[in-house]
Nanobody, 123 residues
Framework: QVQLVESGGGLVQPGDSLRLSCAAS????????MGWYRQAPGKQRELVAS???????NFAESVKGRCTISRDNAKNTVDLQMNNLKPEDTALYYC?????????????????WGQGTRVTVSS
């Protein structure tokens, strides 16, 4: 019903920057919150950043000041710009989108996750 395509992960050195992108498509009437989560080996998945339709943002304390999140409501995309990356940012990053399906799906609500894009920060 809703597909998410993520891009932008990779191997970088400490202090480098990366931009993660996520595009949503499918039977979407409207999107509410969009965000990025991450899961490091042996740890639980945690919120990195989220953004509402009106542009209100929320960031994990560990990334405040180093990350920005933005979205294009017309294109159903969300980007996460990460600067000054640290080894502890190494994780699998997942895009998350919540919203409402179209009339063909009875305007049901949805929550979709991307497949994940790997970010490795290492010297």
């Amino acid at each position: 019903q809703v597909q998410l395509v993520e891009s932008g992960g990779g191997l970088v050195q400490p202090g480098d920057s990366l931009r993660l992108s996520c595009a949503a498509s499918g039977s979407i009437l409207m999107i509410d919150a969009m965000g990025w989560y991450r899961q490091a080996p042996g740890k639980q998945r945690e919120l990195v950043a989220s953004i509402t339709t009106s542009g209100d943002t929320n960031f994990a304390e560990s990334v405040k000041g180093r990350c920005t999140i933005s979205r294009d409501n017309a294109k159903n995309t969300v980007d996460l710009q990460m600067n000054n990356l640290k080894p502890e940012d190494t994780a699998l990053y997942y895009c998350n989108v919540m919203g409402t399906l179209d009339s063909a799906h009875a305007y049901g609500s949805f929550t979709s996750w991307g497949q994940g894009t790997r970010v490795t920060v290492s010297s």
